[in-house]
T-cell receptor, first 117, second 111 residues
Framework: DAMVIQNPRYQVTQFGKPVTLSCSQT?????MYWYQQKSSQAPKLLFH???????NEADTPDNFQSRRPNTSFCFLDIRSPGLGDAAMYLC????????????????FGPGTRLTVL | DQQVKQNSPSLSVQEGRISILNCDYT??????FLWYKKYPAEGPTFLIS?????DKNEDGRFTVFLNKSAKHLSLHIVPSQPGDSAVYFC??????????FGTGTSLTVIP
C-alpha cells in the first residue's frame, strides 16, 4: 500500500514556467518535508510543515514555495524554474518529533524528477 | 556546508562478509542519527537509528555504532546479502524536525 505518493514521477518544464509538484500521504502524519536532491549530492531539506506551521530553511531560495491545504496533501511550487533547479524532489512525512513519538521513521515518497528545458 | 559526510561513494563486498559504511558529522548538536536504504526508482526507506546518548544499536544483521568524541558513526551489515545492494544514506537530526543527509554510499554485494 502506497503511503507517500508523489505525482508526477517525472516532470518536464520550460525555463521560467511555473511548475507544481504534489505529495499526498495516507499515514496521517503531522509533519511533511520537501527535499531537493541533485545528482550525486545529499538530499537537502527545503522546508517542512509541522501541521500548518511552515518552516523554511534559511538557504531555500524564494523561488520555492509550498502549500499544505490539509493533513494529507502538500505541494511544492517553483515559481520560475531555472536550469539549476533540475533535480529529484523528495517528499517525506513523520510523526511529531516533539511529542514523544518514535522519531526514527521518515517515510519517503518515490520522488519526482524535474527536468528544466 | 556539508554537516554530514559520507566519504566513500561506493563499496563492494563479497556475500557473507561484513559491510561497513561510514559517516562523519560536524555538528555536536545532532541528537539522533539514522541510516536509510535506497533502491533505484524508490524513495529512501528507514533502516536503523541511534540516539546520541547511546553508542550502539543492533537490529538483526544491522548494527550502528556511534563515536561522539570522533563525530563518527558506522553501519555494519553482517552477513552481507545480495539484496543489501543499494545506496545507503546517513542522516542526522537537530532537535525538532531538521534532518541533514550525507551524499550516500552505493553498496554492491557480490554473490
Amino acid at each position: 500500500d502506497a503511503m507517500v505518493i508523489q505525482n508526477p514521477r517525472y516532470q518536464v518544464t520550460q525555463f521560467g514556467k511555473p511548475v507544481t509538484l504534489s505529495c499526498s500521504q495516507t499515514l496521517n502524519h503531522n509533519v511533511m518535508y520537501w527535499y531537493q536532491q541533485k545528482s550525486s549530492q545529499a538530499p537537502k531539506l527545503l522546508f517542512h510543515y509541522y501541521d500548518k506551521d511552515f518552516n523554511n530553511e534559511a538557504d531555500t531560495p524564494d523561488n520555492f514555495q509550498s502549500r499544505r491545504p490539509n493533513t494529507s496533501f502538500c505541494f511544492l511550487d517553483i515559481r520560475s524554474p531555472g536550469l539549476g533547479d533540475a533535480a529529484m524532489y523528495l517528499c517525506a512525512t513523520s510523526r511529531d518529533t516533539l511529542a514523544g513519538y518514535r522519531t526514527d521513521t521518515q517515510y519517503f515518497g518515490p520522488g519526482t524528477r524535474l527536468t528544466v528545458l | 556546508d556539508q554537516q554530514v559526510k559520507q566519504n566513500s561513494p561506493s563499496l563492494s563486498v563479497q556475500e557473507g562478509r561484513i559491510s561497513i559504511l561510514n559517516c562523519d558529522y560536524t555538528n555536536s548538536m545532532f541528537d539522533y542519527f539514522l541510516w536509510y536504504k535506497k533502491y533505484p526508482a524508490e524513495g529512501p526507506t528507514f533502516l536503523i537509528s541511534i540516539s546520541s546518548i547511546k553508542d550502539k544499536n543492533e537490529d538483526g544483521r544491522f548494527t550502528v555504532f556511534l563515536n561522539k568524541s570522533a563525530k563518527h558513526l558506522s553501519l555494519h551489515i553482517v552477513p552481507s546479502q545480495p539484496g543489501d545492494s543499494a545506496v545507503y544514506f546517513c542522516a542526522a537530526r537537530l532537535t525538532g524536525n531538521q534532518f541533514y543527509f550525507g551524499t550516500g554510499t552505493s553498496l554492491t554485494v557480490i554473490p
